[in-house]
C-alpha cells in the first residue's frame, strides 16, 4: 500500500498570466470559439427535438465530425481547437442533462468570459514565449514551465479582462509522515476556523474593508476599478485560506472539519459574514491538499458540539441564539472552563468517528490512516453518545 501511496499521481494546473500584448488577438479568437460553441448548441437542440425517428443526442464525436472543414471560414482558431470545443461542449450537455446550454454572448454588458481551449500538441515552446495557432506568447513566470508536460488546457479571461493560460500538469504525491496525529476544527464567524489545539484563523473582514472603495467606484461609474476591488477581495480570502490550510496540512496527519452550512446560513442578516468567510473554500482546500500529502480529511457533524463540554460530556454550555455572545464558560459538572469555539473543535475531534455528513468528502482508501487517538478523545467520544 505505501508503494502505490508514493506512486500515486495528482493533476494540478498551473495558471499564468499573458502579457497584455496578445489580448487583442485572444479577444478576436475567444469571439470565433462562440461562434462555434454557438453552433453545437443549436445543433444539438435541433437533433435532440426532431419528431421524426432521427432524433439523437450528438456526441463529441459527432459534433467533431460536422464540424469537419471548418477552419477555413476562421482565422484564429485551428482544427485542434473545434474539436476541444465540440468534446467540452457535449461532456458539459450532459453533465448538465439538457437539452441546450446557456449561449455565449461575445459582445454587449453580458458578454461571456473569454474562453480558448487547446490541445497538447496545439502549444508548443519557443524559449522563453509559447506558440498557438501561428501566435507567439510571453507569459510572467515562464520559469515554471521548465520541464513541465502538460496536457490539453485553456486560455481563460477574468472579469477585470485579464487572460491567463491553464494548463493541467501531472504531479507526484508527497506523502511525508506529519509531526502530530490529528486536530478539530470548528468554523465560525469571529473567527473563521479554530482549532482543538487553540490557533485560529482570524476573520479578515475583507469584504467590509473595502466596501468604502467599492461604493465610490461603483458611484462614479467605474466598472473596470470596482472589478479590480472585487477581485483584491478575492484574492485576499484566498490568500489567507491557503496558508492556513497549507499549515494545517503540513502539521496534523488527522483532519476533522465541522459541516457547518453556508447555503443555510446565506438566507439570514449573516449572509455578507458567512459568503466573505469561505468556509467552502477552506474545506475544499484540505480536501485536495490533504489528499496531495496523503492525509486523512474528514467532514463530520458537529451537532451539540458547542453545548456539551469537551471533558465530561455534559450539556451544559450556552444554548440559543442569546447564548452566541457567550464566548468563555464553566461546566456545571466538572467544573472545567472552556472557550467556545476550541471546546467544539475538541468535541468535532472527538467524535471523528461518526459517519461523514456530507457526501464525497470520505479520505480515499490509499490514505495512510493515524493511530487512535489518545484517551482523552475516546473519553469526549463516549460523552458526546450519551449526551446526544
Known amino acids: ?136 506568447f510571453r507569459v510572467f513566470e515562464h520559469e515554471r514551465l521548465e520541464g513541465v508536460k502538460w496536457q490539453m488546457g485553456c486560455f481563460a479571461q477574468d472579469a477585470v479582462g485579464d487572460w491567463w493560460l491553464c494548463l493541467p500538469v501531472e504531479v507526484a504525491g508527497e506523502h511525508k509522515p506529519a509531526p502530530q496525529e490529528a486536530v478539530g476544527i470548528d468554523l465560525g464567524l469571529k473567527d473563521i476556523a479554530v482549532t482543538s489545539d487553540g490557533e485560529r484563523l482570524e476573520a479578515g473582514r475583507w469584504t467590509q474593508g473595502l466596501a468604502d472603495q467599492l461604493a465610490r467606484a461603483q458611484r462614479r461609474g467605474h466598472q473596470r476599478q470596482a472589478k479590480r476591488i472585487h477581485r483584491k477581495t478575492a484574492r485576499q480570502r484566498a490568500d489567507a485560506l491557503h496558508k492556513f490550510s497549507r499549515k494545517m496540512v503540513d502539521q496534523y496527519q488527522y483532519i476533522v472539519v465541522g459541516d457547518v452550512s453556508s447555503s443555510k446560513l446565506v438566507k439570514t442578516r449573516m449572509a455578507k459574514a458567512v459568503l466573505d468567510s469561505g468556509w467552502g473554500m477552506l474545506r475544499q482546500m484540505l480536501l485536495y491538499k490533504g489528499e496531495y500529502a496523503g492525509r486523512s480529511v474528514k467532514v463530520v457533524s458537529e451537532s451539540h458540539t458547542s453545548v456539551a463540554c469537551s471533558s465530561c460530556g455534559c450539556p451544559s454550555g450556552p444554548r440559543g441564539v442569546n447564548g452566541l455572545i457567550v464566548r468563555s464558560w464553566v461546566c456545571s459538572e466538572c467544573g472545567d472552563s472552556h472557550g467556545r469555539d476550541v471546546n467544539a473543535a475538541r468535541n468535532i475531534l472527538a467524535g471523528l468517528r461518526c459517519r461523514a455528513s456530507v457526501p464525497g468528502n470520505e479520505s480515499s482508501p490509499g490514505v495512510r490512516q493515524p493511530s487512535p487517538t489518545s484517551s482523552r478523545c475516546e473519553a469526549g467520544t463516549g460523552a458526546l453518545e450519551v449526551a446526544a
Open 1 to 136: 500500500m505505501n508503494d502505490q501511496a508514493h506512486a500515486a499521481s495528482f493533476t494540478r494546473t498551473l495558471r499564468l498570466k499573458v502579457r497584455a500584448e496578445s489580448y487583442p488577438w485572444l479577444n478576436a479568437a475567444a469571439v470565433e470559439v462562440n461562434q462555434v460553441f454557438n453552433y453545437c448548441n443549436e445543433t444539438s437542440w435541433r437533433a435532440a427535438t426532431r419528431t421524426d425517428t432521427q432524433r439523437k443526442w450528438l456526441s463529441g464525436f459527432d459534433l467533431c465530425y460536422l464540424t469537419a472543414g471548418s477552419t477555413e471560414y476562421f482565422e484564429r482558431i485551428g482544427a485542434d481547437t473545434i474539436q476541444s470545443i465540440c468534446t467540452h461542449y457535449a461532456q458539459k450537455r450532459q453533465a448538465a442533462k439538457r437539452l441546450q446550454l446557456r449561449w455565449r454572448v461575445s459582445h454587449g454588458p453580458r458578454r461571456s468570459l473569454g474562453w480558448v481551449p487547446f490541445k497538447a500538441a496545439s502549444l508548443k515552446r519557443r524559449g522563453k514565449a509559447l506558440r498557438f495557432c501561428g501566435k507567439a
